[in-house]
């Protein structure tokens, strides 16, 4: 389950850039009129900071103009003017260790489906998040997932190499389907029931020392997930990116979860498949990546 925040996030002291400005937290709004509002024209980013870094900036600001791109939504700004925003922001917040959300939305110059008129708007929040799962089973235990109803959607259907609002919405659901039912997360299939990843995170197995993680076909190819198969192969492991079916998942010795606030998530049980070990491939690239999220980059520190 996810940590509940101490405050709603509408009522937070701090600051948040909006459309060229350093606004108080609470003044930072737009109007209920907003195009991305109603037909979920809207594009984020996760990114965390880690010892006042903010870890995969550039890929996270130029995925973030691409997916507007994808959605025929131009943003106003380069992905370097968001890398500099960014910075001042997480400074102004004064967050060391804490969670950046860069978000641009279609405003309310037009109604309707069509939405050229539309103003392209752009804010960028920080503040402090913990990790993202917390075990119901514990802290140090593995995430519990429930298969979910719902799918990830035909590539043909969404643009799911765009991190955009409205393909979310299927998550949340999952999300909600697998709470509802005492679990940590959502296990969710492709159009053509293949496994593809959780509610909001890639998904990873070992068996016999080999690491296997479901083709990019219908969800979102992680910058963690991507950071993570390239972490692995550098300390020897084999990779192979392939289509796994859920009975797979019976036979093998280690399941994890990669993302940018999940980081590195153990699984210990899927529906009732019970006692998957937290085992030695998921907790050496754990810790290989608390190591590399940390390692000074003078291009992402902040100011």
């Known amino acids: 389950m996810c940590a509940a925040p101490l405050l709603p996030y509408d009522d937070r002291d701090g600051y948040i850039w909006i459309d060229g400005e350093m606004k108080p937290w609470r003044e930072a709004r737009i109007h209920v009129m907003s195009h991305g509002l109603h037909y979920g024209g809207s594009v984020f980013e996760g990114e965390r900071v880690y010892d006042g870094q903010i870890f995969k900036l550039k890929e996270h600001?130029?995925?973030?103009?691409?997916?507007?791109?994808?959605?025929?939504?131009?943003?106003?700004?380069?992905?370097?003017?968001?890398?500099?925003?960014?910075?001042e922001v997480a400074a102004a917040n004064k967050i060391d260790n804490g969670y950046v959300r860069p978000l641009a939305w279609r405003g309310?110059?037009?109604?309707?489906?069509?939405?050229?008129?539309?103003?392209?708007?752009?804010?960028?929040?920080?503040?402090?998040?913990?990790k993202y799962f917390f075990p119901k089973s514990g802290?140090?235990?593995?995430?519990?997932?429930?298969?979910?109803?719902?799918?990830?959607?035909?590539?043909?259907?969404?643009?799911?190499?765009?991190?955009?609002?409205?393909?979310?919405a299927i998550g949340t659901m999952a999300k909600h389907e697998a709470d509802r039912a005492g679990f940590d997360d959502a296990l969710m299939l492709?159009?053509?029931g293949r496994v593809a990843e959780s509610s909001g995170a890639n998904l990873f197995t070992v068996k016999n020392g080999i690491i296997r993680t479901p083709v990019p076909e219908c969800f979102l190819n992680g910058i963690t997930r991507q950071t993570v198969i390239k972490l692995a192969r550098d300390l020897g492991y084999t990779v192979?990116?392939?289509h796994i079916m859920p009975e797979e998942l019976k036979d093998v010795q280690e399941i994890f979860l990669t993302g940018t606030a999940a980081e590195i998530a153990p699984v210990s049980k899927?529906?009732?498949?019970l006692n998957i070990p937290i085992g030695p491939v998921t907790e050496r690239l754990k810790a290989?990546?608390?190591?590399?999220?940390?390692q000074k980059s003078p291009q992402t520190a902040v100011a």
């Open 288 to 294: 290989a990546y608390a190591d590399l999220v940390r």
């Open 270 to 273: 899927i529906d009732d498949m």
């Open 240 to 242: 192979e990116e392939v």
């Open 139 to 168: 802290d140090n235990a593995g995430l519990a997932l429930k298969t979910s109803q719902w799918r990830r959607c035909d590539p043909r259907t969404m643009p799911v190499q765009s991190k955009c609002a409205g393909i979310y």
């Open 61 to 87: 600001s130029e995925r973030l103009v691409k997916s507007g791109q994808f959605l025929d939504m131009a943003l106003p700004y380069t992905a370097e003017q968001i890398m500099e925003f960014s910075r």
């Open 108 to 130: 309310p110059e037009m109604m309707g489906i069509a939405a050229q008129a539309c103003k392209t708007h752009v804010a960028i929040a920080c503040w402090e998040w913990p």
């Open 190 to 192: 492709d159009v053509h």
